[in-house]
Nanobody, 113 residues
């Protein structure tokens, strides 16, 4: 059974940092993983991708977060991270970990101006 559990969200001032974690079970630790976010009143959007280890573990980012966010993986812990720096109020939303049809419940990030 696949399970994704996010953590690390919270309230932070603009310019601050947070690190989100996604612990995966029932999925190979080398699999490609995604982070999405959904802002209030908006559709869910793809924020960051890390490809499978066998595909090179390549990271890709939405233009809106490029240079500020970093996705990474610790295969020994079956965990994917999203390091978010220089946060902006428009980064506010619920952040979800995703693999194909599987989603976590999300973790809320609120950035105050």
């Amino acid at each position: 059974q696949v399970r994704l559990v996010e953590s690390g969200g919270g309230l932070v001032q603009a310019g601050g940092s947070l690190r989100l974690s996604c612990v995966a079970s029932g999925i190979f630790s080398i699999a490609g993983m995604n982070w999405y976010r959904q802002a209030p009143g908006k559709e869910r959007e793809l924020v960051a991708v890390i490809t499978s280890v066998t595909s090179g573990g390549i990271a890709r980012y939405a233009d809106s977060v490029k240079g500020r966010f970093t996705i990474s993986r610790d295969a020994t812990k079956n965990t994917v991270y999203l390091q978010m720096n220089n946060l902006k109020p428009e980064d506010t939303g619920v952040y979800y970990c995703n693999r194909k049809d599987y989603w976590g419940e999300g973790t809320l990030v609120t950035v105050s101006s």
